[in-house]
Each structure stands twice: as C-alpha cells, then as structure tokens.
C-alpha cells in the first residue's frame, strides 16, 4: 500500500504540495489477505468434521453392531478385526466408540443449547436498565454458581430422573450463570456504547436499536464463549454418565463405556482408553478453536 | 537574535551527541527511522515535531535504549554526555535512566503504577539509584519536587494514588518522577496532548522551569504550535526522515521543506479564517477561490433555541462518603441561526458535553427548554421527537467507537437513510461519499480499517446522509493529528458553505474555533460566562477566565523572537 495507490479516495496526494494526506493513508491497517491458519486449530478443526461427519452418519464408518457381541469373542486386545478391541460382552469398541459421538455431541450441544438461551434471555433481561429485575437475577446466578457445576447437574437429575434428554437439561441449567453473567456484562457495554447513543439520533425506536445494535453484538461474544463450553459440558456430561445418571447401558455413550471398563482395567486397558481419548480430545479440540476464535473476534467485540 | 544563538554554541555540554541514527526492526526491513542527527546541549529545548508514525517517540526512546524489543539502533555516533552509547550495557543504561535521563511519557494515568501513591513513584528513583538515603530526606525531597512541579498541597498528595489526581496533576506527577533524581536530560513524548490549555501551560512552564535551571530538553509533539513557546531548536520528522531542522523561528518563519510549510498551515488560528488549512484539493481545483470566502449561507432562521437549561447530578451516598450533587449546567441560554457555526469552548467539567447532550435530545435538562426549528425538543417524549430526528445529527469525537463493530461504511451510512429503496440507497451513499472526499470502494470495508482521517469523513457523511439543519459536533478533531484535523476541517467549511448546515462546534482547542466559528460560548464551570462573535469575544474578552484560556493557547507566533513582530 503506497501513497500512490492508496485506498483512502483522498484524490488530493497526488497534487498536494504537502502530501498530508498520505500519511493518513499510510496508517490504514493490513489489507484483508488470504489467512493462515495455526497448524493446531487446523488439526482440531479437522478433528470435529471428522466428529460431526461420524456422529451424522456413523454407519459409514464401522459395519459392526454397537450393541450386540459375541461373548466368547470378548476383551480381544486391539487387532486388524477389531481396530480397538473388544470388551467384556464381545462388542467392538470402535464401533462403540464412533456410535458414541452422537451422544456425547448431542447431550453436549443441547446442555449448552439451554445454557445459552436460558442465559442469554436472563443476562439481556438483567443487562437493560430495570434496576430491581437486575437484582434479582444477578441473585438467581450466584445462587446457580455456587453449587459446582457437577454437582448441581446431579441435583437436577435427581429431581428429573436419569436419561439423556434430563442430563442435557441438568448439565443446560449448571451453564446458566456463565452464560447469563457475561451476556449481562456485555449488554451494559453495549447499551451505552456510543453506536446506540447514535443510532438515537437517527431517530430509531428502542427495539429497532435493540434489534439491530444490542443483540447482535451480544451474541457475537457469546458465540466465542460457547464453543469453549461446549468442550466443558461434553466433559461433565460423560463424568454424569460415568456416575450413572446419563444414558443407562447398554447405550454406547463414552462415559458409559468408562463406567462398564472400569471392572476390567486390570486386564484390559482398550475398553477403557479408547472412549478416554475420545472425551479428552474432543474436550481439548473445542478449547482450542473456542480460545481462537476468542483471540482473533477479541477486537470486534464492543 | 544572532547573538542568543552564539551563546547557545559558546561553552555548554552535549547533553546527547547523536548523528545518523537509524532505528529497525525487522533484519532485513527497511528502517523505520533514518539518518537523524540529534544534538542537545544543556539548558536548551529541542523539539522533535512530527505526525502519528513519523518516528519521533522510537527516536525519543532510543535515547534511553527504551526503543523496544528486537530493535535494531544504528549510529555513526551516539554520545550520551560524552560517553559512547554504543558501548553501554544493560547496567550503564539503567544508572543513566533517572540520573541522567528522565523520560515523561503521554499518558499519566497508564504511566504511573495504580498500586504505589504519588509519592512512592516519584521517590522510587531516588532510593533505587541510591541518591538520597534514608526515608526522611527523601520524603523531603519528594515533596519539595512535588512542589516545584506546581502540585498544591504536596504533602497530602504525596499520599494519594494516580486514579486520585486530576489529568493536570497527573501529569505534573509524572514529571516529578522525571525530574527528581535531577537529570540533565528531560525526554518529554507529548507531555501535554491530552490535557486542557491552560493544565498545558502550566506543564510547559514546569518543563521550561527546568530547562531555565540548565537542563536540556527533549520535547516530542504532533503540533508546532506547541513547541514553538518553549523550544530553541526543532526537528520535524517525516516517515522516519529529517525533513528539516533549525532554529525555531528559522522552522517557523523560512521552512525549508513543503511538509515543515504544509504543518505551519494546517495550525487554525484567526489567521487561517477563510483559507484551506491542507492543502489543495485536486478534485476541485476550481472551487479554491470561491472557497477562501465561503458565502455565509446564514439566514435569521432560529434552528436551535436553547433557554435557560440547567442540569444537576447527584451522587448518592456511598460506602465512606456522603451525598454529593453537581452542577454540570447552570442557566445557559443561546441561539443557533441557519447556516450559522457556533462554538463552544471550555475546559473538561466546563458542562459542554452536558450541554451537547441535552441538546441532541439524550438528556433532559432539569428545567429550561431546547426548542428545534421552532418546536418544542426538551421534556417530551423520545416517540414525539422521532419526527424531527433527522434534522439535527451528531458528529462524535470517536467515530470509531460510534459505528457498530459489525457494520461496513456502506450500511453505516445507509441506516441513516431511512424510507429510501435499495437502490436509490446505494446511490445516495455513493454520492455521500464522494461529498466527503472517500473513494467509493471503501463503501464495502470495515471502519476499523479505515485510518482516523477517513473515520472521521464517514461519520461526516452518516451525518449528512439525514440532511440536518444542524450538526451538533463534539470535539470531531480533537483526536486527529494536525494534519488530518486540518483536512476535516477544510472538508466541514466546505460543506458548511455548499449545503448552509448549521454547526453546534464544541471543542477545548480556541485554534480551531477561532478557524471556523462565526460566534462562540465560553464555559465555565457550567455557566456560559461569555458568548458573542467570535472576533471580539476571543479578542477582546471581557471575563477574566476568557482571557486566562486565551492567554494560555499555544500560538505560532510566540516561537518568534520578540522584536520581529
């Protein structure tokens, strides 16, 4: 970007006996090029397609069934049959193990599904200027973010009783605070950022200025935090399952396979560390695109 | 004048002895700063002038060997009271920064440690270079510095904490830990930018105080008009080049280069009434005559008739401190005719963004009214005032921060246009921006990409697209480099004279009112002490705080020597 070719439409350069103008333009930040992208958000980014593709359709990658197995073909150690092995019941454990995407995404997802919605209502109604309402939700939070989130998803479900879909509402409520607190932080800075002191002047309505200011800029900074959550929440869903309070066996979920491994891990480390990295590795892949995407929309944010 | 300069020459020490410095970063870059020769003697000011990127703080900083990680400083010489720079070690530079050198950076409150009281950071450099020993005499010492930078009560603000001092004092801390270990170097980056005129003198005397008892001077700044009270010598820096040095009023008077005469114009003052403050533009070459005096297009509309508003705010009390109300508005009464530029100086806490607030409709006042083209605009509803919405607009000092992050120019602009098809948009917006001098590829980039310069043009334009009566302008150059501001500048009387806006001006700097305003008010602790024309009020004021803030405006003519005039 030179001052003879200069982006800012400053027509004077050319002639200007002072050339003030150039100066200007010479502080215009980068041009918008073709973007790198570090080798480990490449690599986790990759690693949830592959999640996503195996979770839709987990049929293409594995023939075996995850429920049924031989008996006498039980605690295989891992050969070119059985990738990774088989456990007690004679069952394939990568077949388990792909089966199992679906759930932990599922629960994973839709606990943060309602952490989000229910916190995003709650903080935006929090973040506006009713003083009282603010109040008594800020209670509400501290209320819910006391407990560890752990423990407060185990309450919940034994008020709801096990199963997938009220883990998923367990692990969604134990979310809500986090949620709720920032999304209020950010709809105080943005109610009184300068962009809606404007957008008044244009002679805009409260909710046309709600609508097209506050809320989106809300959920830009809670799109970056969600995926970092959802890692978390996978990681607390299968510690629930684990416990015995997710989906029951036979389902093919990784903290259910952890659970049903544990008796045998004397003899048998597949059953066990397969569905392991599964959790560990998803947890660490949306960590690192959550913690990228943070980094670079950091500056956007208002 | 002649023989001023041969004393200078006569007998005194080189405090810095630098030439043909270069300062890079990258190994094979090119270098940021080239080829500057850099010579100050004790008991002289020299000033190193130059806009945002020119390279005047890393040369400043280079002179600590504070240029920065990974910098790569280069010299033909680099003396340092008679020592060679280049030899010294981390050891020699850190017994040189304080002793020798002070450095006093642009902003106090990020300067100075919000954990440590005043008196802590200033002693910090007596006991750590050990040149007083024993909490007594430096306590003593740190309060006769605080003294000496002009800080009232010393001994109490010795105890308090930076976020505890105004921007003023502030400042004038920061210079005392500069100066209290009594260095022969003072190395000031912008010691005044963000402060009031009359916080600036006073800091600029505390530095020229130094200056007088035999220290040399550093002083770094975007504006001649600032350096040209204090400085013996300046340096104008371009793109990391010397472009031309001298005596002060040599610079002032005989620049050598355009630039050096480009940032002389660029100062608005009286002087520069009716003439472009940048240079000419090439897109009009034609429209320079009529330009240098723009028709007033001014009827005896009344557009904004403001009566009596007052507004008061109250503190409740709190943990540890009672109920405190102030007053931010006192009274203040004025007109804006059609086509007319009205003025509002004052200092910060003078009420002026108060007032612009009430005005624009986003406060109400606590009593008085604000009427907009004859109706009624204060204390009624936000739905009622929707109507007239559009023909009063806001020109912030930020722009950046009043567009949203998500929006491109383009759709900035557009929101303002409202009940116009796609269409019939995109050619408004189009035309908008040609109005404002931005090429219309830039329709479709993100502001933050933008430079300050065309930030400013696009919230020009956002304004212009409802097309106002009035535009209500708060302080819209006060954060650009000269340069830049001149250009604005240029481009609001353009438009003023095209299009008969009238302009509520706000700003803290008399230049640009002086420039631009055809009456102005003055605020003083929220009460309009003064309004009238500008020729007389800010000529012949009659209230005395009007002839403090005039006498403490930097102006070029006072870097002259005296019997020239």
Redesign the interface.
Known sequence: MNASTHPSGEATAALAPADLVGLDAARIGVAPGRRTYPPGIAAAALFLAVLLAVAAAPTLFTGYDPLTGNVLEGLKAPNWEHLFGTDRLGRDVFARTVHGARYSLLIGLGGMAISVVAGVFLGILAGLRHRLLDEGIARVFDVLSSFPGVLLAMLVVTFLGQGMVNIAIAVGIAGIPKFGRVVRAQTQLVRDADYVTQAAVYGLGRGQVFVRHVLPNVLVAISVIATVYVGSTILTVSGLSFLGLGPQPPTPEWGVMLAESRDVLRVAWWPAIFPGAAITLTVIAFSTLGGYLQKRFEGRLA | MRADVQDDAGGRPLLVDVQGLSIGFAPAGAPIVQGIDLAIQAGECVALVG????GKSLTARSLLNLAGDGARVEARRFRIRGQDARAFREVDWRWLRGTVTGLVMQDALVSLDPLRTIGQEVGEVLSEHRILRGRRAIDARVIEVLGRVGIPDPEIRARQYAHQLSGGLRQRALIASAIAGEPDLIIADEPTTSLDVTVQAQVLEVLAQRVRAGAGLLLISHDLAVVGGIADRVIVL??GRVVDSGTTADVLTRPRH??T???I??IPSFASRGRRL??????S?DRIAPLRHPPPARDDTVVLEVRGIAKRYARPAGFGRRALATTALDDVSFDVRAGEVVGIVGESGSGKSTCARIV?G?LSPDSGTVRLLGEPWSRIR??E???L??R???I?Q?AL??????YRVSEIIA??L?GLRPAARAARTAEL?EQV??????AGRYP???????RQRVSIARALA?EPALIVCDEPVSAL?I??Q??VLDLLCDLRARLGTALLFISHDLGVIQHLADRVLVFHHGRLVEHGPVGEVLTTPADPYTRTLLASQPRLEYGLPRHAH
């Open positions: 806009e945002s990127g020119s371009r793109d355009p630039y005469r480009g940032l114009d660029a940048g240079p000419a533009s090439a897109r070459p624009l986003l936000e739905t005032r929707r109507r919405r559009p009063l607009q806001y912030p930020d921060s009043s567009f949203d992050p998500r929101e303002n409202a921006l001098g931005l090429r219309d590829d830039l933050r990409s933008l430079s300050g310069g065309q409802a480099d340069g830049i001149a250009q």
